[in-house]
Structures are given as C-alpha cells and as structure tokens.
C-alpha cells in the first residue's frame, strides 16, 4: 500500500506570490490534516477534511486556505505569502478504522519564502 | 488551551546509554500517541496508548501512559545512533472533535 505522498517536495517562492501544495492519502483514508512545522513552533495544525469538508481549523490567517476532492486528494493554498511562511508544511492522513487518532505522514513540502 | 509539554527539549548521549524522555500535561487524553520524525522527513508513528498504567514495548523502546492519563514517558535502553531524531508525543480527546494536541519535541542525538 502506497504511503501519503506530497508534491512538490521543494519550493521557493518569493514574498507576495501565492502557493499550491498536493497531498494524497493512503488509498481508503478519507481525512487529510495539514500542519506546519517550523524549528521555534513544532507542529502546527492547520486545518482537517474529511470527506471534502473542513472538519478542524487551526488559528491561521485566511492566506492560508485548502479543499479535498472526492477521491480525497486536498490542495492548501497559501496567498500573498510572506517571509514566515517559511516552513516544512506536513500532511497527514488518517486510518478509518481502529484507533482512528493515529495519523501517517507524507514528507513535506519544504517551502522558501525569499 | 490543552498544551502537551516535553522534556527534555534537547538531548546529546553516547550510544549504549539509556534515557528517558517525558510528555506531560494538566488535561485527560483518550490517547497518546509517540512519533519519530527524522531530518526532512515526515513523523512516523511509533505507538498509542490509550489505558491509563498502559506499558508498550517496541524492541528498545519502553512506552507508559500515566494511570489518570495525562502523561507519559517514552525510555530508550542501549541508544543507538539509528535512534536519533525529533521525537513527538500528541494527545486526542475525544470531546476536543478528534483534534490532536502536540508537543514541542524532543531532539535525541545519539553519538557513536
């Protein structure tokens, strides 16, 4: 089974510009979460869809935007970008049966805002 | 605001040593989950506990959910250099819509 994978793995935009991540789930998992992760924050959450709805929301501006598509596929968006939004932006999808609190990672999408 | 605090933040031993990292909070998980995330990669589970007084093992690694839930300690016996990397413990709670709160981590380097 393939692991969640993440494009582009590397990206560097510059200062006002905007960005689109891609994200895709373990095949069957229907909840994808996104998070930043910056060396001074740790993980931080953005936000969570399942079944193409926003489920969870984290305290970020609305630059910071995303959707799921119906074969669970999500994008986030993030506009006007600024130098902070530097950072390795993570998803993670969940397993719908079991302890459905464990999450499973891609790699990152490590983003340089210049 | 549910905070999940570890310790230590950073860590530097020798291999063979053996070390103890801790996640603490003020408020009840349902679960507790413990994740390795190495450079430029993304967290990889390791465990969940979810039964206060719950003891896991997983080879070298010794995981404890504390008996009222609100913490727990990962121990590492005989470190290797292959252990190294940012560990991360994240807790859920059921009536917080399954959001999972996480902690800072804790930075182990094992040094041959």
């Known amino acids: 089974k393939a692991g969640v994978t993440q494009t582009p793995r590397y990206l560097i935009k510059t200062r006002g510009q905007q960005v689109t991540l891609s994200c895709s789930p373990i095949?069957?998992?229907?909840?994808v979460s996104w998070y930043q992760q910056t060396p001074g924050q740790g993980l931080q959450f953005l936000f969570e869809?399942?079944?193409?709805?926003?489920?969870n929301k984290g305290n970020f501006p609305g630059r910071f935007s995303g959707r799921q598509f119906s074969n669970s596929r999500s994008e986030m968006n993030v506009s006007t970008l600024e130098l902070g939004d530097s950072a390795l932006y993570l998803c993670a999808s969940r397993s719908p049966q079991g302890v459905s609190d464990e999450q499973y990672f891609g790699p990152g999408t490590r983003l340089t805002v210049t | 605001t549910q905070l999940l605090e570890q310790s230590p933040q950073f860590l530097s031993i020798q291999e063979g040593e053996n070390l103890t990292v801790y996640c603490n909070s003020s408020?009840?998980?349902?679960?507790l989950q413990w994740y390795r995330q190495e450079p430029g990669e993304g967290p990889v589970l390791l465990v969940t506990v979810v039964t206060g007084g719950e003891v896991k093992k997983l080879k070298r690694l010794t995981f404890q959910f504390g008996d009222a839930r609100k913490d727990s300690s990962l121990h590492i016996t005989a470190a290797q250099p292959g252990d190294t990397g940012l560990y991360l413990c994240a807790g859920a709670n059921a009536g917080n819509n399954r959001k999972l709160i996480w902690g800072l981590g804790t930075s182990l380097a094992v040094n041959p």
């Open positions: 095949s069957g998992h229907r909840s």
């Open positions: 869809y399942f079944s193409e709805t926003q489920r």
């Open positions: 408020s009840v998980f349902s679960s």
